[in-house]
């Protein structure tokens, strides 16, 4: 494959590269860098937590008055049903104050959200649109104390009446109560619970109830104990705090009952008659608050490097013996390979996220076609992954950029450290990420078995294949007879081959997976112990099929680019990532023959050569996000302060 020249940095059309960059949704992007810009640029760090929650309360009615929220919704209550529209909006709310992006994610996402797609047309004439304008402010109460990650045995319940006609929801015992609910401190008047629903003597698995936590005057409303989290490690502009209910009463009608429902006489239906299906069914619908989470680490992220970036360009250590003038830091190799391979992830990631979006949209937009099992349950995979992925990207890049800016990046006047502190989180809520990946690998699991049960051939054939070079393998140590065959080399054109490791790696690590998952299905096997100790393999898994996911987004988006000039440089953010990715699962490779010593030695030196030639692009890479001036304003960057000084005039 023949490399295309990069132009010089003051040639590249920025208009193409922005092009590329926005994506399928650059309107409602340039519409929410607007609205960013001609708003208030820093929230006092002095505010008290009272006065901060009251700040980002009014930011939302300001959010609310925008318009932008309403696009999201069916255009039954005024919508425009733009649902990625207002995902790619949501996420660029990162580049301001993420307390602001949490507390919208909670009213409109999880909360407005859940109405939207668990209730019916009777719960959306009478509360969507004043959930769509700030009247009706909600929480989304699905964590409990004792129940974070297992939300199919939470503990809270809704007992039906069928005297009164009323479910009655009742917190158990302490640890069942609701915890770390957005909204719920200060602000919520409802909260979307999510409860165990009992009919007559049977449990009929988790559903999701309206349930009114304060009444017109602010107060807790009968049975309701509302707690306050307090002060957080970061994003206390959003009021956190916990739910009890002591045998609440709410209407038969509260029930969001489009998977389910239940007749005044307690007779329960429901479409889906399975309940592990069914409750399944429920949260992919839910699925939207994974995708923006990630898309909210991203925008944090590609904040975070146009801090450093910007700064290393402007910070000079030690002088040049040739030349006697002090060099930025940027100019340094090591500050390179901090940077700019984070860079490289976090541009994979952005296309990656966009390719995301685009596939919930086409699923979920009013009017779409209806989705098939598979198409909903391989877009429930990928953002499980890639919500894991990218939020663990943020929070290692926040902190390489916190570094990479020195005591600088360490003051709260220079922004990284609420970066660092506000997404901290963001590794736990819409699911703890080590579970997400099990989830993820969990699905891939029974993708292999529902292969093997079709019985087809042409699939089962290279699954077998792996299987049986596995079992060899290890039992022969064939693996290392790849160490012996001839030097082939990994040249910086060789994208082919580049991803085919990254493919084998995510088939090889499966195979593992399965087979150390085998005896689980004798008889008289302890499964716990079995699924317990592969659990390391399992993750690994998850993590090589997301990194496909990753490449396979780059390289669509690449051929998607017509201007030569800025596909050249792409190219190269490209192979930076791949090649990092290689570089960081080498012993792996090494273990396992795929790659020789040799060629594991020269990944170093091809990521070197890469970070060298993307050095003078780092500033038009960063600058392509187009990160409002006034969302980046901040002392460390401030122009006057770094003019040059004639040291001799001092």
Partial sequence: MTRGTIPAPDRIPAAALRAVVDGRWAGVRQETR??????????????????????ITDALKLLTSSGRPLSGFDPSVGGRGDVGGVVTAFAMLAYGDLSLLVKAGVQW????????????????????????????????????AGHGSDVQHLHTTATYDPAACEFVVHTPYPQARKEYIGNAARDGRMAVVF?????????????????????????PMPGVTIGDDGRKAGLNGVDNGSLSFDHVRIPRQNLLNRFADVAEDGTYSS???????????????????????????????????????????????????????????????????KLL???????ALHFTQDDLVARMHAIQAPGAAPAGAREQRILEQSAAGIKAIATWHATHTIQTCREACGGAGYLEENLLPGLKADTDVFTTFEGDNTVLLQLLAKELLADYGRTIRKGNPLEIAPLAGRQLAGVLAERTGAASLARRLPFRGLDLTDRARRRTLLQVRRDDTLAAAVRALAPALRKGTDEFTVFNAAQDLL???????????????????????????????LERVYDLHVLSVIDRERAWYLETGRLTAAESRSLRPLVDVLCAELRPY??????????????LACPMLDDEAWAPVDPVAM
């Fill in 34 to 55: 607007e609205q960013l810009a001609a708003t208030e640029m820093h929230t006092d760090p002095d505010l008290s937590s009272a006065e901060y929650r009251a700040h």
């Fill in 109 to 144: 996402g999880l909360f407005g959200g859940a109405v939207q797609v668990l209730g019916t047309e009777r719960h959306h004439e009478e509360y969507l649109r004043r959930i769509i304008d700030g009247e009706l402010l909600g929480c989304f109460a699905m964590t409990e």
């Fill in 195 to 219: 409860a165990q629903l009992v009919t007559g003597d049977e449990r009929r698995g988790v559903h999701a109830f309206l349930v009114p936590v304060r009444d017109a005057a602010g107060h």
């Fill in 271 to 337: 479409p889906i008659e399975n309940e592990t299906a069914r409750f399944f069914t429920m949260l992919g619908t839910l699925v939207r608050g994974r995708i923006s989470v990630a898309g909210g680490a991203g925008g944090a992220a590609q904040k975070a490097l146009a801090l450093a970036i910007r700064f290393g360009e402007r910070r000079r250590q030690f002088a040049d013996p040739s030349t006697g003038e002090e060099i930025a830091v940027l100019d340094y190799l090591a500050h390179q390979r």
């Fill in 341 to 347: 391979p984070a860079l490289a992830t976090t541009f």
């Fill in 539 to 569: 993750l690994t898994a998850a993590r090589a099929h997301v990194d496909t996911l990753v490449e396979r987004s780059f390289a669509d988006a690449l051929d998607r680019v017509e201007d030569a000039g800025v596909r050249a440089l």
């Fill in 618 to 631: 780092a500033r038009t890479l960063v600058d392509a996000f187009r990160i409002p001036e006034n969302r």
